[in-house]
C-alpha cells in the first residue's frame, strides 16, 4: 500500500474513531468497574470486531446487510436489543463497581466478549467499512488485500484510543468510586447511555 494512501486514510480514520459510541462507552464502564486491564481488554474486543467487520466486506456478506434492509434491520434490532439488555443490567444491579476479592467484577475474557459482541453486532460498522474503506483503495490493486491492510490499520487506531481511554478511566477509577454514592451514580449514568445508544440505534434510518 502507498504511503500516499494511508496518509489519506489515516486522519479520516482517526476522525470516525474519536467519535464517542457504544465501544468507547463500554471501555470507560469497564475501565471504572474493573480496572484499566479490563478497559484494554474491552479495546482489544472492539479492534476484533472491526477485524470481523473487515473480514465480512472482503467475504462480501457486509454488501448484503447494505442491499437487505430486513437483514440490516434484524442486525440492527440485535445489537439495540444488547446495548439495552447491558444498560438495564447497570441500572438494576446496585453494587456493579464494587469489586470481588481478586479485584474484579467480572472476567477479562467476559469484557472482551461483551466488547465484540457490541461491536459485531452493529450493522452501522458493517456498512461504514463497506462505504469508507474502498474510498481508499486505488483502482488498480487488489481490492481484498487493500480492504485487509486498512482493517488492521483501523483496528490498530481504534485499539490505541480505546487504550489510552482505559488508561484515562482506570487512573481516575479509584477516585471517582471512593464512595458508593459516586459508584452508584456512574452506574446509573453508564446505563443510561447504554439504553440511550440502543435507542438511536433502533431509530437511526439504514445509510442508502
Known amino acids: 500500500m502507498e504511503l500516499s494512501t494511508l496518509a489519506a486514510f489515516v486522519p479520516a480514520a482517526l476522525a470516525i474513531v ?5 465501544d468507547t462507552m463500554y471501555v470507560v464502564t469497564r475501565s471504572l468497574g474493573d480496572g484499566r486491564a479490563a478497559g484494554v481488554v474491552a479495546g482489544c474486543g472492539t479492534a476484533t470486531g472491526v477485524l470481523l467487520h473487515t473480514a465480512a466486506a472482503v467475504a462480501g456478506l ?3 446487510l447494505r442491499a437487505s434492509a430486513t437483514a440490516y434491520t434484524v442486525v440492527k434490532y ?3 436489543a ?3 439488555y447491558l444498560g438495564v443490567r447497570l441500572l438494576l444491579s446496585e453494587g456493579t463497581f464494587e469489586p470481588t476479592p481478586d ?3 467480572r472476567s477479562l475474557a467476559e469484557s472482551y466478549r461483551r466488547a465484540v459482541a457490541i461491536n ?3 450493522p452501522k460498522v458493517a456498512v461504514f467499512v463497506l ?5 481508499f483503495v486505488p483502482a488498480a490493486a487488489d481490492a481484498s488485500v487493500q480492504m485487509s491492510i486498512l482493517g488492521v490499520v483501523y483496528a490498530g487506531l481504534s485499539l490505541l484510543y480505546l487504550g489510552g481511554v482505559a488508561l484515562f478511566a482506570g487512573r481516575v477509577r479509584t477516585r471517582l468510586l471512593d464512595s458508593a454514592r459516586a459508584g452508584r451514580a456512574i ?3 453508564s446505563g443510561s447511555v447504554l439504553i440511550g445508544f440502543g435507542v438511536r440505534l433502533v431509530l437511526d434510518e439504514r445509510p442508502v
Do not use: W
Open 18 to 22: 474519536l467519535a464517542p459510541g457504544p
Open 82 to 84: 444488547y446495548l439495552c
Open 103 to 105: 479485584g474484579r467484577t
Open 62 to 64: 457486509a454488501a448484503l
Open 187 to 189: 452506574e446509573y449514568l
Open 78 to 80: 440485535v445489537g439495540a
Open 120 to 122: 459485531v453486532t452493529n
Open 131 to 135: 462505504a469508507f474503506f474502498p474510498q
